[in-house]
Nanobody
Framework: QVQLVESGGGLVQAGGSLRLSCAASGRTFNRYVMAWFRQAPGKEREFVAG????????LIADSVKGRFTISRDNAKNTVYLQMNSLKPEDTAVYYCAVRPDVMSTVRTTYGYWGQGTQVTVSS
């Protein structure tokens, strides 16, 4: 059974930084894609960033490119989302998700999800 546990959310002022973590367990993830999505109140859940576990190749959404980076620690089975220069519009619940093989920005193609962690950016 795949389990994803996010942590690291909180309240930060605009311009600040946060690092989110997603600890994964339940299987070997070397042929999987790990991704971060976010959902603001009243909005659709949107793709933020993804990483291929074996190659480390990444995909970053245009809305956060240059400010957010995604990385992984193989030994800890953990994926990170480093968020810099945060803006109030980054306020959302951030979710970790996993799918096999192919990078995707489509929410419905991910079969496993964490419980989410709240990020609030004050102006």
């Amino acid at each position: 059974q795949v389990q994803l546990v996010e942590s690291g959310g909180g309240l930060v002022q605009a311009g600040g930084s946060l690092r989110l973590s997603c600890a994964a367990s339940g299987r070997t993830f070397n042929r999987y894609v790990m991704a971060w999505f976010r959902q603001a109140p009243g909005k659709e859940r949107e793709f933020v960033a993804g990483i291929k576990w074996n190659s480390g190749s990444t995909l970053i959404a245009d809305s956060v490119k240059g400010r957010f980076t995604i990385s992984r620690d193989n030994a800890k089975n953990t994926v990170y989302l480093q968020m810099n220069s945060l803006k109030p519009e980054d306020t959302a619940v951030y979710y970790c998700a996993v799918r096999p093989d192919v990078m995707s920005t489509v929410r419905t193609t991910y079969g496993y999800w964490g419980q989410g962690t709240q990020v609030t950016v004050s102006s």
